[in-house]
């Protein structure tokens, strides 16, 4: 209530220099990239903008499952909706 906030910082860790635009040549090149992280959703996102895995213009589908069975149902499923073959395990080969 009586609460007044002085001073504020946040950190920002930062990808290495040439990471981004990297990543970028490799999936011109026809590469198919994963990404594995233990970040929250958004973070994780974010993280994939900045290093130019996802382009505004992609969607982007967005699954959080308890376990890897049910994370493995609900890829099929949605690989079934897409008409995606089932070589492909993520959305143009690439998870977030």
Do not use: F, H
């Amino acid at each position: 209530k009586n609460l007044t906030i002085i001073g504020a910082t946040a950190i920002e860790d930062r990808l290495q220099e040439g990471v981004p635009e990297t990543i970028q040549r490799l999936g011109e090149a026809g590469i198919k990239l994963w990404v594995m992280t233990g970040d929250k959703m958004e973070t994780a996102i974010n993280i994939g903008y900045a290093s130019k895995i996802l382009q505004k213009n992609m969607p982007i589908v967005k699954l959080q499952c308890e376990t890897d069975v049910v994370l493995k149902r609900r890829l099929e499923m949605l690989r079934n909706t897409l008409g995606l073959p089932e070589e492909v395990n993520g959305i143009s080969g690439r998870l977030l």
